[in-house]
């Protein structure tokens, strides 16, 4: 017989007590995160602990990301141990839990009081009601949806931290296993505090829509920083856009005071996607490259590479597909463990921000899913080299002037069928555009820069020229020149 509590001091953990042969082994198992329990006694008693938080990458200890986590404890004679009663909900500081049969189902610290639609209709009025002209020196980040603390925003923070300290910075995250800038305070959506931080903040800096309801105070600004320029098609120039979608994105667009692109290019696909009318447009780079420019690239690279486990001499690819409106999860066109095989190289899945939830880490030898890690421009420096296909990230990893290799075995469909592009990716391509993973293979073990030499810099002159590695400084200064934020 087993008993099962929650475990709330010093740290949040799932306690199991049982009597009988002591358990081998005991893991929590999820998509994106796992860890393996404490086993202690024996003879007739024993006791598990599994801690509720991790460290990732050599990172911060936080708790689990939200989710579901089956519970694994297996016995001596390999049978699993699973005569336990269910826990209920249980507020543990940092997060929320619950436990059912050998399924834990971990969320965000949200008081179940608001975490109802009739919870959140009432934060939403008491915000819509709130005095609209008493603001605090303070700036609300958020990148991604809250999945991350990462991009362009991030770069911002960081800027802003160190020209004007005395602004606070508040980070908008799903739950609390987002690691936030230092000095930075996280708030979980939903709460009340997020309610709270999000119309007294004086300005708002975003790279994807605002969701939720929005009401501007009186002197409050929202800079709309983007993802990436595009290659794919979006919003009102994306054909068979339905009535209420294009609404929906032009309500969207009148909420920013400013948009943030990274060449001119950009600059003029992302006005007439969103309808942004005369409305200032910042072309000033992408801070969040301004790391793959800077002198302290290979800094930057050696301590990323320790962080993931790689050494300093082993060959690096980077595989980042875009995402794709037929499916939830990473695509799955590559066999990941035979192209590490086969080009002797460690490989980085990193899958488009909107699979980071529905989806779940690849697993293999020399494979290292880097989906959840923090920030796609720390992986780019750790890379030697990019696969991609028709995501947004060749525009940024350019910067960087290493090789490129597009991975493209649907190409007909995406561009026919699903998004379309804004150019012919396969004649302005600056590396081998290939349909099949033996020629990706081939490509990449050929290394051979030399045809691609030109089509590279033309690229470069056309989407990097403002990547100097002083983006982020220009940005801030434009917002203090603006007043949006004070010092």
Do not use: C
Request: charged share 25%.
């Amino acid at each position: 017989m087993t008993q099962a509590r929650f475990q709330t001091h010093p740290t949040p953990a799932l306690v199991l007590r049982g009597t009988g042969p002591r358990p081998v082994r005991a893991e929590l198992i999820g998509a994106r995160a796992r860890v393996s329990g404490t086993i202690t006694g024996g003879g007739k008693t024993w006791r598990i602990v599994l801690p509720l938080h991790a460290s990732r990458w050599r990172g911060p200890v936080l708790p689990l990301p939200s989710g579901q986590y089956g519970l694994t404890v297996e016995g001596a004679s390999g049978s699993d141990v699973a005569d336990w009663d269910p826990l209920p909900v249980t507020m543990l500081g940092t997060l929320r839990a619950t436990l059912e049969g050998t399924q834990l189902q971990i969320g965000p610290p949200l008081d179940p009081a608001y975490d109802s639609w009739e919870g959140q209709a009432a934060l939403e009025r008491r915000y819509a009601t709130r005095p609209s002209d008493v603001l605090e020196n303070a700036v609300f980040f958020e990148s991604f949806y809250g999945r991350n603390a990462s991009d362009n925003p991030a770069a911002i923070d960081r800027e802003i931290a160190r020209r004007a300290p005395g602004v606070v910075r508040y980070w908008s995250v799903v739950d609390l296993s987002v690691a936030v800038p230092d000095g930075a305070v996280a708030i979980v959506e939903g709460t009340p505090d997020w309610w709270r931080a999000r119309g007294a903040a004086r300005l708002l800096v975003i790279n994807d829509w605002l969701r939720r309801r929005f009401e501007r105070g009186s002197g409050q600004h929202v800079i709309q920083t983007w993802h990436g320029t595009p290659l794919k098609r979006l919003a009102l120039q994306r054909s068979g856009f339905a009535p209420r979608r294009m609404f929906a994105v032009l309500r969207e667009s009148r909420r920013w005071d400013v948009l943030l692109a990274q060449n001119p290019y950009g600059a003029r696909i992302l006005r007439r996607a969103y309808a942004f009318g005369r409305k200032p447009v910042w072309v000033e780079g992408y801070p969040r490259n301004d790391v793959l420019a800077a002198d302290h690239a290979a800094d930057g690279r050696s301590k990323v590479r320790a962080a993931l486990g790689i050494g300093a001499d082993e060959r690096v690819l980077l595989y980042a597909p875009t995402w794709r409106d037929d499916r939830e999860q990473i695509v799955e066109f590559l066999e990941l463990e035979a192209l590490a095989a086969e080009t002797g190289s460690v490989v980085l899945v990193r899958g488009h921000s909107r699979t980071l939830i529905p989806g779940r880490d690849a697993a293999g030898s020399r494979v290292i899913d880097v989906t959840a890690f923090g920030d796609t421009a720390q992986l780019m420096l750790a890379a030697d080299a990019l696969i991609t296909d028709y995501s947004s990230v060749m525009f940024d990893f350019s910067v960087t002037g290493k090789p490129m290799y597009f991975f493209v075995p649907d190409m007909e469909h995406f561009r026919g069928e699903l998004r379309g592009f804004y150019f012919d990716l396969a004649a302005r391509a600056p590396g081998p555009v290939v349909r099949t993973q033996r020629e990706l293979t081939e490509a990449i073990l050929a290394e051979d820069a030399a045809p691609y030499a030109q089509k590279y810099a033309q690229w470069r002159e056309r989407f990097n020229a403002r990547e100097d590695g002083h983006a982020a400084e220009r940005v801030v200064s434009r917002i203090l020149d603006q007043g949006f934020i004070g010092r």
